[in-house]
C-alpha cells in the first residue's frame, strides 16, 4: 500500500522553527517528485513547495522564500521540510503530496499523507 | 498572479448531476486536476489530466476541458459526494507554481 505519513507539527512561538517530516512507504521514492501543500484553518488548498526526485530542481511558493527548505533523502525515503523565521499565517495543517509519475511541468499529486498541524501562536 | 475561479457553492438533489467549472486563462495550455476532500480529512485526486479517472474513483465523476474552463461532472449524486471540491493546475508565467481553485462546496440536498 502507498502511504505518505507525515509528523513533527506542532506549537510553535513567532519567529520560531519547526521541521516537518514525510516517511513514505509502498512504492520507488526516489522515482518520483514530491511537494508540500498547506491548508490553514477553514481555508482552501495552497501549494507550498516542490522537489524533483534527485533533488535537482526545487520550487517554492513567493511567501515562503528564503524562510523553508525542503529537501529530501533518498536512501530513507523521506521529504522534509525546515521552517524558520514561523509567522501567524504559516498556521495550517501541512500535507506532503506525490506528483503524478511521468508528468514534469504539469503534474497533479496521486498521493497525500494524512497531514500534520503547524500552530505559530504566543 | 494567476488564479483559478470556482464557485463557493453548488448545491443539487440525490440523483441529478452536478457541474462544477474552474476557470483561468492558461487552462489551455496546462492539464487541470480536481480534487475531492471530506472534513478531516487530506485531498483525493478524483480527475487527471483534464478528463482521466484515477483507479478506484467512480464513473460518475467525469471531466471535461473548454477554452478556458475546465468542469468537474459528477453524474447520479449520492449523498457520499458531499464535499470540497478543488481544481488545480500549473503557473510558469514567472517561476514555477502549482495553483488551486478555491474550492466548491458541494451540497446534497
Known amino acids: 500500500e502507498v502511504q505518505l505519513v507525515e509528523s513533527g507539527g506542532g506549537l510553535v512561538q513567532p519567529g520560531g522553527s519547526l521541521r516537518l517530516s514525510c516517511a513514505t512507504s509502498g512504492f520507488t521514492f526516489s522515482n518520483y517528485n514530491i511537494n508540500w501543500v498547506r491548508q490553514a484553518p477553514g481555508r482552501g488548498l495552497e501549494w507550498v513547495s516542490y522537489i524533483s526526485s534527485s533533488s535537482s530542481t526545487i520550487y517554492y511558493v513567493d511567501s515562503v522564500k528564503g524562510r523553508f527548505t525542503i529537501s529530501r533523502d533518498n536512501a530513507k525515503n523521506s521529504l522534509y521540510l525546515q521552517m524558520n523565521s514561523l509567522r501567524a499565517e504559516d498556521t495550517a495543517v501541512y500535507y506532503c503530496a506525490r506528483d503524478l509519475y511521468g508528468v514534469q511541468i504539469d503534474a497533479g499529486m496521486d498521493v497525500w499523507g494524512q497531514g500534520t498541524t503547524v500552530t505559530v501562536s504566543s | 498572479s494567476y488564479e483559478l475561479t470556482q464557485p463557493p457553492s453548488v448545491s443539487v438533489s440525490p440523483g441529478q448531476t452536478a457541474r462544477i467549472a474552474c476557470s483561468g486563462d492558461?487552462?489551455?495550455?496546462?492539464?487541470a486536476y480536481w480534487y475531492q476532500q471530506k472534513p478531516g480529512q487530506a485531498p483525493i485526486l478524483v480527475i487527471y489530466k483534464d478528463s482521466a479517472r484515477p483507479s478506484g474513483i467512480p464513473e460518475r465523476f467525469s471531466g471535461s476541458s473548454s477554452g478556458t474552463t475546465v468542469t468537474l461532472t459528477i453524474s447520479g449524486v449520492q449523498a457520499e459526494d458531499e464535499a470540497a471540491y478543488y481544481c488545480?493546475?500549473?503557473?510558469?508565467?514567472?517561476?514555477?507554481?502549482?495553483?488551486f481553485g478555491g474550492g466548491t462546496k458541494l451540497t446534497v440536498l
Open positions: 488545480q493546475s500549473t503557473d510558469i508565467s514567472a517561476t514555477y507554481r502549482k495553483v
Open positions: 492558461a487552462l489551455p495550455r496546462h492539464y
